[in-house]
């Protein structure tokens, strides 16, 4: 097994490998967000009450209105805010791992 110091390699494939995983997580979980977020910031429309009655009134309306491409409006965005976090998670705990199994932990 390497020691810490030798392990550059596999630092490089835990980054390559936490970035995939962030770009996995940011289109699995960006439809969600965006129905969230409209759902949370939708305002009385025209004296007549909310456009949005519910999260399925608000896939439908997105769907017809804007297509599927509608539910990834940000997602740049959101992978600029999670992709970080995802590497650096990964690689920390990777190395926590390594580092304890080196002291027999």
């Excluded at 650096?88 to 580092?99: D, G, P, S, V």
Aim: hydrophobic share 45%.
């Amino acid at each position: 097994m390497p020691t810490v110091l030798t392990a550059r390699p596999l630092v490089l494939s835990d980054v390559a490998a936490s970035l995939v995983t962030g770009l996995v997580v940011t289109t699995a979980m960006n439809p969600m967000d965006v129905v969230s977020t409209r759902l949370y910031s939708q305002k009385v429309v025209n004296g007549k009450g909310h456009l949005y009655s519910g999260v399925v009134d608000c896939i439908l309306k997105t769907l017809r209105a804007e297509g599927i491409t509608g539910f990834y409006k940000g997602w740049a965005a959101h992978y600029m805010r999670l992709g970080p976090h995802t590497v650096f998670t990964f690689l920390f705990w990777e190395q926590a791992k390594r580092i304890a199994a080196e002291l027999g932990y």
